[in-house]
């Protein structure tokens, strides 16, 4: 049985380079980065839990666009020969140790909260206010900076998207501090500001949660979420000239970027027929399940050798 030829390594990966995006990236992190020291720094002067219960918010973003920034810029690098796919991994990495860290910031909110619900402290409300303001004006601009890759289709465009959904969670956290600060502004009740605090611990956990259970699914080679294993093998063995399907395998390299790799039984052939195969799994693969970086090993049952094929490249005999 011979072995495959080997495709380039920069059909591996998702190296589209746009250094267009890189700097809107940079520009909303900037911004966000301002507004989560104005967040802190906030918090502190005027007594308020619910604005620095923002400001982790604001953090958890922060992080979120750095990944993505990261993300782009590894994406335009060529696998090496000690990573064939690339770096992708490490953006899954930073987003699990985020989770974590998050985790720990959620659960310093609300023990905090439980605190100032017995005792609950004075609050400067105006000043609260308007630096909450500022923080939702900062998030609208950075919407405004990624709004139109946001809503693209491909690959990239769904690593901006998420950030951008990151944003979209912190402008309605911080439209919740600017409703309590007007409250408290108006009534005194500052018991408000530590149940504000709590509901945005808990979007906090949530959030932290996700990005755990979806790094974590991912580091352990896990089926990515919308693909059924056994959906794809009964697809595969739908092709004309397939007998059987096994050993197959459906990981992620990173979110937006899914491998596969299998063996396959087919009848005795010509290579015309097994092109053929190729083409139509290919087909298949990329249309109903979005799979593009697929290796698939063809097994003769009334043949002597075997055909080994990738469907990035061409069949070997």
């Known amino acids: 049985m011979k072995t495959e030829r080997t495709s380039h390594p920069r059909q ?3 190296n589209h380079h746009d250094e267009h995006l890189e700097g809107r990236f940079l520009w909303a992190l900037a911004l966000t980065t301002l507004a989560l020291v104005a967040e802190v720094a906030g918090g502190f002067w005027t007594g308020s839990l619910a ?4 400001a982790a918010h604001v953090l958890m973003d922060a992080v979120a666009l750095g990944l993505s920034f990261v993300a782009l810029r590894m994406a335009a690098q060529a696998p090496s020969d000690t990573h064939s796919y690339g770096l992708h991994r490490a953006e899954v990495l930073a987003a699990v140790i985020n989770g974590g860290t998050l985790f720990v910031i959620a659960a310093g909110i609300f023990w905090e ?3 100032r619900l017995w005792a609950p402290e004075t609050v400067k409300s105006l000043e609260m206010l308007v630096i909450a303001m500022v923080g939702l004006l900062v998030n609208l601009v950075v919407m405004l900076v990624l709004r139109g890759h946001a ?3 491909d ?6 998207r998420s950030a951008w959904l990151h944003i979209l969670g912190d402008t309605l956290s911080s439209i919740g501090v600017i409703t309590a600060g007007l409250v408290m502004w108006r009534t005194g ?3 408000l500001d530590p149940l504000m605090s709590i509901a945005i611990g808990a979007v906090l956990l949530i959030g932290s949660g996700r990005l755990l259970k979806s790094g974590v699914h991912i580091l352990m080679e896990g089926v990515p979420e919308g693909i059924i294993l056994s959906e794809v093998g009964r697809d595969m063995a739908a092709v004309r000239g397939v007998q059987e399907v096994h050993d197959l395998h459906i990981w992620s390299l990173c979110p937006g970027a899914v491998a596969l790799s299998a063996h396959l039984t087919v009848d005795g052939m010509s290579w015309a027929e097994a092109a053929r195969i190729q083409t139509d799994l290919k087909a298949v693969l990329r249309d109903r399940f979005h799979i593009e970086h697929t290796t698939i090993q063809l ?6 050798q075997g055909l080994v094929v990738s469907t990035n490249g061409t069949a070997q005999s």
């Open 12 to 14: 591996l990966v998702l």
């Open 51 to 54: 604005l620095l219960s923002d």
């Open 299 to 304: 097994e003769c049952s009334q043949c002597q």
């Open 113 to 115: 909260a439980i605190q």
């Open 151 to 153: 809503h693209a289709g």
């Open 155 to 160: 690959g990239q465009d769904l690593n901006v």
């Open 189 to 191: 009740w500052f018991l």
